[in-house]
């Protein structure tokens, strides 16, 4: 979806998103930025954040598998129109890195830098931090650690006054490491100042390296106020640069989703044990079990209760529906809807374009795709429904399945109210099964049936009295 460039007294808002380092820590292939939190990237949790903003331009600095990176963010991104790209090779530092991207940043906004791997950041705190900046400050966001061993001091005039530098920890004093502010590595400034202090940079630290922090003392020097704003929330700082943190700041974040819904009266066999790698909207008294796993879209109508180690996906589950355990439900783009006091599983599969009407009953191991089930309507064992519109009350016996693919195209298979397929049965599409008919078990039906009708089609018993099985020959 398109956004509005954030218009206020700061001009409009363009993001720079530091994402070219290689992530050697993560010891892995794939680039740090594309390693998955909460079911996306860290780097696309970042972007959409930018695009929530509505950031004018969003470039992304890519280093490390830059091809890999690009593709899969123009894949994914909210706003890829306003998605641009520029390459840092070598990699020689944050402030290297954003000199790279100076050139497509316009005079006249206010420029957000962030980070690839801290995917976290708040809308809110965004917004606050480009208030803060004003189209004329530099604005940082900083945090207080009980340890900030490693982090970037923030030093101060005076206690709760400008900023005047920030020191690395490798080049800070005693002194300055006893300081417990640090920076986050968010700031928001002028772009017209910042290319300017970006031009000024250079390597000679310990690291020899362009720090994108030396900006601030070029802003005292200039006489431009360095405001700092201190958040208390440590998630929304927290970077990534090791599976282990990868991992606790996924559960630290899953927690804070499983109390959100908590809060709202969602019942939670154990919060613990709860993933959710999309959006999930409640009604009143729904409950979940244990090792239940959300992605993509769903929406849990009023007293809808599911079963421990489900997997739901893109679908709309209404008031009173039951989903048993072990059940994988994924709409995809097509959807899945599961209607009123509906039974799902344990053991079953909906696939994308299953439309389950009222006080369905789809049992285990049933599979259902692109098909339409009418209300009342019952496959209770080890059954196939492709293709298929399935009227009011069908009875769809165990084993039985719908032949929807000729081995190039697919075709519908359409099953009147109130028919009774027999188990073991096939149905081969195109075909319609006519209003209260009955399908004999193991038959193989290819032709349409009339209304009502009993068709079998099936070979034909053939008994042999006294027949005995063969015997195994001798050894030797």
Request: include cysteine; aromatic fraction near 4%; hydrophobic fraction near 40%.
């Amino acid at each position: 979806m398109n956004q509005t460039p954030q218009q206020s007294n700061q001009g409009p808002v363009d993001v720079v998103i530091m994402a070219a380092g290689k992530g050697t820590r993560m010891k892995s292939k794939l680039p740090k930025v594309l390693h998955r939190l909460a079911g996306r990237a860290l780097l696309a949790h970042v972007t959409d954040t930018a695009a929530r903003i509505g950031a004018r331009h969003v470039v992304v600095v890519t280093g490390h598998g830059a091809e890999q990176v690009e593709a899969a963010i123009k894949a994914t991104a909210v706003n890829a129109a306003a998605l641009g790209f520029a390459r840092q090779e070598p990699q020689l530092g944050t402030g290297h890195a954003v000199q790279q991207a100076t050139p497509q940043l316009p005079d006249d906004g206010t420029v957000v830098i962030l980070s690839g791997d801290v995917p976290l950041i708040g809308e809110d705190t965004l917004r606050t931090l480009i208030a803060a900046s004003g189209g004329e400050r530099l604005a940082l966001l900083t945090i207080e650690l009980d340890d900030p061993t490693g982090y970037g001091r923030i030093i101060r005039i005076s206690a709760g006054g400008e900023v005047t530098a920030i020191v690395e920890h490798k080049d800070a004093t005693e002194a300055q490491r006893t300081v417990r502010e640090i920076n986050s590595g968010v700031m928001a400034a002028p772009a017209r100042l910042l290319k300017g202090w970006l031009a000024r940079l250079d390597n000679k630290n310990a690291q020899g390296e362009y720090y994108l922090t030396d900006i601030v003392k070029f802003a005292a020097d200039d006489r431009v106020p360095v405001v700092a704003h201190v958040t208390t929330d440590a998630l929304q700082v927290a970077g990534i640069n090791s599976p282990a943190q990868l991992a606790a700041l996924e559960r630290a974040w899953q927690l804070r989703q499983a109390n959100a819904l908590m809060e709202q009266g969602v019942r939670l066999a154990d919060p613990a044990r709860f993933d959710l790698r999309g959006t999930l909207s409640c009604g009143t008294d729904v409950d979940i079990d244990v090792n239940c796993v959300f992605e993509g879209t769903v929406s849990l109508g009023e007293g809808v209760r599911i079963g421990a180690n489900c997997v739901i996906a893109n679908v709309r589950i209404e008031a009173g529906a039951v989903i048993h355990p072990f059940t994988h439900i994924d709409g995809e783009k097509a959807g899945v809807t599961v209607g009123a006091g509906a039974l799902v599983g344990p053991f079953a599969r909906l696939r994308p374009g299953a439309q389950l009407g009222a006080e369905v009953h789809i049992g285990n191991f049933v599979e259902v795709k692109n098909s339409t089930l009418a209300a009342g309507a019952k496959a209770n064992h080890l059954a196939y429904l492709g293709d298929a519109t399935v009227g009011e009350r069908v009875n769809y016996g165990a084993g039985s399945i719908t032949a929807n693919y000729d081995g190039a195209n697919k075709h519908r298979t359409v099953i009147e109210a109130d028919v009774h397929v027999g188990s073991n049965s096939v149905l081969v599409a195109p075909i319609t099964i006519g209003a209260g008919g009955t399908i004999g078990g193991g038959s193989t039906v290819n032709k349409s049936t009339e209304p009502g009708a009993l068709t079998v089609a099936r070979g034909k018993q053939v008994s042999f009295p006294n027949w005995k099985r063969p015997q195994k020959l001798p050894k030797g």
